[in-house]
């Protein structure tokens, strides 16, 4: 799979699911912008990536001046994007939903959700000049098949979701392609805010019996579909579960 020549912007890459994407991009070929809220691990791994082919910079996905100053970095460095991963996540911690607060639920919408919106009006007038490119938004099965004690949080998921099918008409005759990848419960920072318990080998046995293949989602697996959504030219506002299964 080549990626050369191309350029990449992943939010959320410092770790998890944005790093393995942003680490199989730069391995097929493409210079990489990792942006994240912990500048000194973005900065690491743009260094371990190679200083000629990756930066770090820290950027709020929630804050519209930061994500401005992250595309502007990226033009400076290698170009308009061609590739634009939205990846950066936030959730609630698994409680009854009476149980959230306010400010909580602002951050996991303002994360999940208004972030594209300031992703979208960032970087899309300069890709439409450009010729087109490719936007991937990392989404969940929780917007799909959602589970107890996650109702804000799944709303937020299924948003991302639909929003990515509407960008896709609305930007096609741009050129420009808008795909979702909805992984189930990964073994990351938040895997025992989903679960919303300890993570003990008992605990995880009770979420892994509703995967049919058996285990949680790894990196690797939602940077393979990163790839196949990137390079594939004539696929747009797909849906695409990286579940074993889940959503079956």
């Not at 989404?139 to 991302?160: D, F």
């Not at 605990?203 to 509703?210: C, D, E, G, V």
């Amino acid at each position: 799979m080549d990626l050369n020549g191309k350029g990449a912007i992943v939010t959320g890459a410092a770790s998890g699911f944005g790093e393995a994407i942003a680490r199989r991009f730069a391995g097929a070929g493409a210079k990489v912008v990792i942006v994240d809220l912990n500048e000194v691990k973005a900065r690491a791994v743009a260094q371990s990536i190679g200083e000629d082919r990756a930066i770090g910079l820290r950027a709020d996905v929630t804050s519209r001046a930061d994500i401005d100053a992250a595309i502007k970095a990226t033009i400076d460095a290698f170009g308009v994007p061609d590739i634009v991963v939205n990846n950066a996540g936030y959730t609630h911690r698994n409680r009854p939903l009476l149980e959230v607060d306010e400010e909580t639920f602002d951050r996991v919408y303002n994360v999940n959700t208004k972030s594209i919106f300031h992703m979208v009006h960032a970087v899309v007038p300069a890709m439409r000049d450009n010729g087109g490119g490719v936007m991937l938004n990392v989404g969940s099965v929780a917007g799909i098949r959602p589970r107890p004690g996650l109702t804000w949080y799944n709303g937020s998921k299924g948003a991302t979701n639909m929003l990515s099918k509407s960008l896709a008409v609305e930007l096609a005759p741009w050129k420009i392609r808008v795909n979702v990848i909805c992984p189930v419960m990964g073994v990351t920072g938040m895997l025992e805010d989903f679960m919303g318990m300890p993570d003990t080998p008992d605990n995880r046995a009770k979420f892994l019996a509703s995967i049919p293949l058996g285990r949680f989602c790894e990196p690797d697996d939602v940077a393979d579909a990163a790839m196949y959504l990137a390079q594939s030219e004539f696929i747009t506002g797909v849906e695409l579960p990286v579940d074993g299964g889940r959503t079956i």
